[in-house]
Nanobody, 122 residues
Framework: QVQLVESGGGLVQPGGSLRLSCVGS????????MGWYRQAPGKQRELVAAITSDGSTNYADSVKGRFTISRDIAKNTVYLQMNSLEPEDTAVYYC????????????????WGQGTQVTVSL
């Protein structure tokens, strides 16, 4: 059974940083495409960042240069380092496993974590 457990969310001021973690069990984070999605109130869930099995990374335009996705194979954990946070980054962040590409678009895999809330506010 696949389990993804996120942590690291919280309240931070604009310009601050957070690091999210996603620990996987029942799945290899190095053998699958792993991604971070987010969903803000009243908005659709969107892909923020993904890392492929060979370590290549992809980012949404809105977070390029500010967010970094990485993984620790020994800990079977994926991270999302978020710097220069903005109020627009406020959302629930979800870890996803098994992303794939169809018609040049990344689509989510079947396995999701429970989500972690990130709030950027004064």
């Amino acid at each position: 059974q696949v389990q993804l457990v996120e942590s690291g969310g919280g309240l931070v001021q604009p310009g601050g940083s957070l690091r999210l973690s996603c620990v996987g069990s029942g799945i290899s984070v190095s053998g699958n495409v792993m991604g971070w999605y987010r969903q803000a109130p009243g908005k659709q869930r969107e892909l923020v960042a993904a890392i492929t099995s060979d370590g290549s990374t992809n980012y949404a335009d809105s977070v390029k240069g500010r967010f970094t996705i990485s993984r620790d194979i020994a800990k079977n954990t994926v991270y999302l380092q978020m710097n220069s946070l903005e109020p627009e980054d406020t959302a629930v962040y979800y870890c996803n496993a098994g992303l794939f590409v169809r018609r040049s678009r990344w689509l989510a895999g079947d396995s999701w974590g429970q989500g972690t809330q990130v709030t950027v506010s004064l």
